[in-house]
C-alpha cells in the first residue's frame, strides 16, 4: 500500500508525531490546549497540504478504556479475558476475583465496561447475589458476560441492558477469543469517537481515527522486512503514560491458544512522564535498581531531579522494571522465554532519549544480574517511527 | 463425574498422563486434562471453572513432595472447594521410599487418596470405591 500523498498523524498521551512521505516530525503536547489547536499550531503549513481523504490518524490519547473484569479464577477466566482486552487495544483493567467480590472497594469513576467472565459451557450457577449487589453500586456504561451458557438467561434476567456474548472458555479450556474481542474493539473505536478532543481531529481528515495499539499491532508481521530483526523478537513501545509489550507468542510459556501470532500486554504505571511517579514508586520496590543506579554512575536524588539526564535514567529504569516484571523474578501475568528471543525491538519516545549502546547497557544488565545469563538479543531502535507508519501500510483497511 | 488431572511441577511425563486420560475416559469420567508441567494453582482454579469433583494429580519424578506442601495453604484460599476429592499418584518421593511413611504424610498434606507407586487400574479402583462411599453419606 502506498503513502504517496498520505499524511500520517499519531496522537500519544504526551507526544505526537506526523509523518509525510518525506519527514516524520515530532511535537511535545501542549495539555492546555485542544489536540487539535495544539496540532495546528505546530503543524498548520503541513496539514494544509493535505485533502482530509489523505489525512490518516491514530490516537492512544485520554487513556482508552476503563475496564474491570470479574472472573472466578486467575488462572482462566480473569487471564483470558484480560488477554483479549489487551489485545483489544485496551490499556485499563482492573479485576476482581469473584469469590472474594464483597471484600473489593466499588471504584469511585465510572467504569467504561465491565466484563462477567466464568465456567465452561457444563457448568451452571456460578454467580448469585453478591455479583448483583455488586454491581448495584457500581456506575458503569457497558457490560458484557462471556461464561457459561448455562449461566446467561440467569445473567440476563437479573442484569439491566448486559449483552451476552459466547462463552471465551471453552469444553478444553481453551481461550475463545473473536466475539468478545469483536465487542471491546468496536467499543473502543467508539470511545474514541466520542471523546470531544479526538472528535475535533475529524475536522482534518475523512478516516477512521484507529487506536495506536492497533496499528503498532497490525506491523508487527511485516517488522523483518524494515528490519534486520532475528524471530522472535520483542516490541516495547515505552511512552508517557504506558508501556506496551507487543511479544511473538513464541516466547510465552504458558499455553494460551488464539488465533494471533502476537500478544500485547501494558503495563498501565510505566512512563516517563504522565506515570513517572508510579515508576519511580516501583524502581524503589526494587532491590537490584540500587545496583543498576550505581551501574549507571547516578544515585537514587537522580529520581528528584528534572532534565535530560533524569529522564534518560528513568528511561533505562523502565526498560530494566518491564523486563524484570516479564521474567521469573517477578511471576506476573506473562513470563516470557528471555533466553529464547534475538531481537528487542524499541519504539515510542525512548528513541528519541537513548542510544543503541546504552540500551544494550541495560538489557545485559538484566540478562546477568537477573538471570544469570550471558546471552545477548539484538537491540534494534526505531528511532523515526517506522514500525507505527508499517503498520498503518500494513493494515489495508486504515488507508 | 469430572475430573481435572494433570502432572505437578516441573514435570514431563506425557505418557502416564496419557494413559491417566485414556483410562478415566474408559471408566467413564468427563477428564480435564491439564497435561504435564502444571502448577498447583491451575489445577484448582480447572476445578472451579470446571465444576470439578475430583482432583487427581499425577507425578513421577519426586516433585510432588515439594508442591503437596503447599496443597492445604492454597486450597484454603478456595471458598467452594471443600468437598473435592483430592488424589495423587505415581512416584511420590525423590528415590525409594515406603508407602507406610509417605501416605500419611501426604493425606497429613490435604489428599483424600494417596497411591504411591501403585499401578494405575487399583489406583482407579480405589478412587471409584471412595466416590461410591462417600455417596452412600
Known sequence: MSLENKLLIDVGSTYFKISTETSIEQHFRDFNKDILDDLMHHCAETIGKYDKQNVHICSSANGGLNTLIIGIT????????????????????????????????????????????????????????????????????????????????????????????????????????????????????????????????????????????????????????????????ILLDIGGATTDIHYSKDLVEENIVTENEYDRLVFKKLGVYKSKQSLIFAAKNNEFVYELLMHLKVTENIFNEQGAKATKILMQLAIFLVLCKLSHYRKAYVNLKFQTINSFVLTGGITKVLSTEEIEDIVAFFYKKILTSEHRPKVVLDANYDIWTLGVKGDESCL | ???????????????????????????????????????????????????????????????????????????????????????IGGNLVVGSGNAEDIVPRYKNYGFDLVCHQVDLNTGLDTLEAFIQERNKQ
Open chain 1, 74 to 233: 486467575n488462572s482462566y477466566s480473569l487471564k483470558y479475558a484480560t488477554n483479549i482486552a489487551f489485545n483489544s487495544g485496551i490499556n485499563i483493567i482492573d479485576t476482581i476475583l469473584y469469590q472474594d467480590i464483597e471484600d473489593y472497594s466499588v471504584p469511585s469513576e465510572l467504569v467504561d465496561v465491565v466484563i462477567i467472565v466464568g465456567g465452561i459451557d457444563s457448568c451452571a450457577g456460578i454467580f448469585n447475589d453478591s455479583l448483583y449487589s455488586y454491581l448495584a453500586k457500581l456506575d458503569y456504561s457497558n457490560i458484557v458476560f462471556v461464561g457459561s451458557s448455562q449461566d446467561a438467561p440467569m445473567i440476563e434476567q437479573n442484569i439491566e441492558n448486559v449483552d451476552i456474548l459466547p462463552n471465551i472458555i471453552d469444553n478444553k479450556l481453551h481461550i475463545v477469543e473473536e466475539s468478545l474481542k469483536e465487542y471491546l474493539t468496536n467499543l473502543y473505536q467508539q470511545d474514541i469517537e466520542g471523546k470531544e478532543d479526538i472528535k475535533s481531529l475529524y475536522a482534518i481528515t475523512d478516516n477512521q481515527i484507529y487506536p495506536t495499539p492497533y496499528i503498532v499491532n497490525s506491523a508487527l508481521p511485516l517488522i523483518d522486512a524494515r528490519y534486520s530483526i532475528v524471530n522472535p523478537f
Open chain 2, 1 to 87: 463425574m469430572k475430573v481435572v488431572t494433570g502432572v505437578v511441577g516441573n514435570d514431563i511425563h506425557v505418557v502416564a498422563n496419557r494413559l491417566i486420560d485414556l483410562s478415566l475416559r474408559a471408566r467413564g469420567f468427563e477428564v480435564f486434562n491439564l497435561g504435564v508441567n502444571t502448577y498447583l494453582e491451575e489445577f484448582f482454579d480447572a476445578a472451579v471453572e470446571t465444576g470439578a469433583e475430583v482432583l487427581l494429580i499425577s507425578s513421577l519424578n519426586g516433585e510432588a513432595e515439594g508442591w503437596g506442601r503447599e496443597v492445604k495453604a492454597l486450597k484454603a484460599k478456595y471458598k467452594h472447594l471443600d468437598n473435592l476429592i483430592m488424589m
